[in-house]
């Protein structure tokens, strides 16, 4: 009998796609060994379901939210992610797994802790549970608990999990597509030299960077080849801004919701990006970045690849200017031998492999 795995993951222009996306490739490479997946999301603007099923996933969509949430005391921080209550969110997801099945239950939900997880449980005998976070903000209820942003992790979620729960910790655990292993295998060395660059912050950019980025580089180095990547949710006066953007460059290609981003990456020099699941891209095929942090939870990210010496971070949205991307830019040209260091030092920490690591736990705990 094959193994049959459920996941519960939003994505929306609030929350972004993040989440829904490292679900995603781990779906993809259970389905690869023969398990039966599903995917349960919330009915929000800018949901992924499409992609999903695109993907060859079933998916259910729960009900949109009718009226404000009644959040719960203390609520986590992202309680509000939720947009129902979170006993009708775990009722209205128990009754999806009770009508298809499931062995395992993925969650990547920042506004779903304990309190969603064990009376889910106690309706379901024998479901095991992994949750993916890299907040340790709140307790949870699990057999296997991925966190792939700091390997050093383990003291902050210690009184937050079961004596018995396995936390999977780290890079080496980063869920990533196999086109990145793939084309890992054939990346050439980085010498430094800004031949391109690639400019992309996520799913959506509410903070408009690419406009912001597009400019610095029309201002610091305007023959520069460079790739503009633009995610589904990009509103259409962000596209008409980057447009006027990109009319001030030699040598651009706009892209939209690219599937082989790995391509990209592997043919750039330096990467303008947020800190969220590309920076382990970036990273396993050796691309230096000046990062910008979008979200409040993507600072653990950048502060671990940072110190690493994997990357450059500029800061969170709201203090980054075109003159901050400018300077930085400048620099980066200038020190050649800085991102050749970078690129070194990222190929060491990622090696694409962490898919496989995970699916294997899953296994091993059955």
């Known amino acids: 009998m094959s193994l049959s795995i459920a996941f519960r993951a939003d994505a929306s222009t609030e929350i972004g796609t993040g989440h829904v996306m490292r679900c995603l490739t781990l ?79 993925v969650v990547d939900h920042y506004a779903i802790d304990a309190r969603w997880q064990m009376p889910l449980r106690r309706r379901q005998p024998g479901l095991r549970l992994l949750v993916i976070d890299d907040l340790a903000d709140r307790p949870h209820d699990c057999e296997l608990l991925l966190d792939t942003s700091q390997p050093d992790g383990a003291e902050r979620y210690r009184p937050l999990l079961p004596p018995a729960c396995q936390a999977l910790l ?80 030699a040598q651009v290609t706009r892209h939209i919701d690219v599937d082989d981003m790995a391509a990209l990456m592997a043919r750039a020099d330096l990467a303008f990006g947020a800190a969220g699941v590309t920076t382990w891209e970036r990273a396993c095929l050796g691309l230096p970045t000046l990062t910008v942090t979008v979200a409040l939870n993507q600072r653990g990210v950048a502060a671990a690849a940072a110190q690493r010496g994997i990357l450059s971070w500029l800061g969170d949205a709201h203090e980054v200017t075109v003159s901050v991307l400018s300077q930085a830019l400048r620099a980066a040209w200038q020190n050649p031998q800085m991102l050749a260091e970078q690129s070194r030092r990222a190929l060491e920490w990622v090696d694409g492999g962490g898919a496989g690591r995970v699916c294997q736990a899953m296994v091993g705990s059955r």
């Open 27 to 105: 779906a993809d490479a259970l389905r690869s060994g023969g398990a039966e997946t599903l995917f349960i999301s919330r009915d929000l603007p800018g949901h992924l379901q499409d992609l999903v099923l695109a993907r060859g996933h079933r998916t259910v969509l729960l009900p949109p939210p009718s009226s404000s949430v009644a959040a719960p005391s203390p609520p986590p921080p992202h309680a509000a992610w939720l947009k129902v209550p979170v006993a009708q969110d775990r009722d209205q997801t128990a009754a999806v797994i009770a009508e298809h099945g499931a062995g395992w239950l």
């Open 170 to 249: 780290g890079p080496r655990f980063a869920l990533l597509r196999p086109q990145f292993a793939a084309a890992r295998a054939q990346v050439r060395p980085r010498d430094g030299q800004l031949r391109r660059i690639l400019v992309f912050y996520g799913g959506s950019d509410p903070d408009n960077l690419t406009a912001q980025t597009l400019a610095a580089i029309a201002h610091v180095a305007p023959a520069v080849a460079v790739d503009v990547v633009l995610g589904r949710n990009t509103s259409p006066a962000q596209r008409q801004q980057i447009e006027q953007s990109c009319a001030q460059l």
